[in-house]
């Protein structure tokens, strides 16, 4: 009977997932570009990729604007979709599935009631500052997408003591700076 019962909730935690994706997409359409978006596109997408990096905009009083690898990706996607509101906030909805991804690992590695997987789900995701990460082009969500990335492989080479783990850990740490690193 408790299997029967648990079984009906073992979508929930993808439900869940899916809910804050579609709102976070909603958001990314219909909310108009915050100031420090436009500064980010305005100052430095608009430089060259070689400016973009070391923050050639000769106004340095707007350099924390430029986070870099966030800044990267904006230009990247206006280059591709044009200078649109929602098109350089697409990374960010990538950010958030990679990081819905790692939250759901960690807290399937530590507990595999679907109840309590979705409980947790909503502490972390209905936090509104991080909603709000994933709802803006900011350096933030991908620094938190990739933080959640590290986080996860240091519980598996804690627990395994793979060496693939611990360069795993490293490499998201370097992106999860570099994603919130301004120059």
């Given at each position: 009977?408790?299997?029967?019962?648990?079984?009906?909730?073992?979508?929930?935690?993808?439900?869940?997932?899916?809910?804050i994706?579609?709102?976070?997409?909603?958001?990314?359409f219909?909310?108009?570009?915050?100031?420090?978006?436009?500064?980010?596109?305005?100052?430095?997408?608009?430089?060259?990729?070689?400016?973009?990096?070391?923050?050639?905009?000769?106004?340095?009083?707007?350099?924390?604007?430029?986070?870099?690898?966030?800044?990267?990706?904006?230009?990247?996607?206006?280059?591709?979709?044009?200078?649109?509101?929602?098109?350089?906030?697409?990374?960010?909805?990538?950010?958030?599935?990679?990081c819905?991804?790692?939250?759901?690992?960690?807290?399937?590695?530590?507990?595999?009631?679907?109840?309590?997987?979705?409980f947790?789900?909503?502490?972390?995701f209905?936090?509104?500052?991080?909603?709000?990460?994933?709802?803006?082009?900011?350096?933030y969500?991908?620094?938190?997408?990739?933080?959640?990335?590290?986080?996860?492989?240091?519980?598996?080479?804690?627990?395994?003591?793979?060496?693939?783990?611990?360069?795993?850990?490293?490499?998201?740490?370097?992106?999860?700076?570099?994603?919130?690193?301004?120059?």
């Amino acid at each position: 009977m408790k299997a029967q019962f648990t079984n009906h909730f073992k979508y929930l935690p993808i439900f869940i997932g899916v809910s804050i994706f579609v709102y976070l997409v909603l958001r990314i359409f219909l909310m108009p570009i915050s100031d420090d978006e436009f500064i980010t596109v305005d100052l430095h997408a608009s430089q060259n990729w070689l400016n973009v990096l070391i923050t050639g905009n000769p106004s340095i009083d707007w350099a924390p604007n430029n986070h870099v690898l966030n800044t990267l990706f904006m230009k990247l996607e206006i280059l591709i979709f044009g200078r649109k509101d929602w098109a350089v906030r697409l990374h960010v909805i990538v950010a958030f599935i990679v990081c819905f991804y790692y939250m759901l690992k960690i807290v399937q590695y530590f507990t595999d009631s679907y109840i309590r997987q979705s409980f947790y789900l909503l502490v972390i995701f209905f936090n509104p500052y991080l909603l709000d990460f994933f709802g803006i082009a900011r350096g933030y969500a991908l620094s938190i997408a990739a933080f959640s990335a590290a986080f996860y492989y240091l519980i598996l080479y804690s627990d395994q003591l793979n060496i693939k783990d611990l360069k795993l850990v490293f490499i998201s740490l370097f992106f999860s700076i570099w994603s919130n690193m301004s120059a």
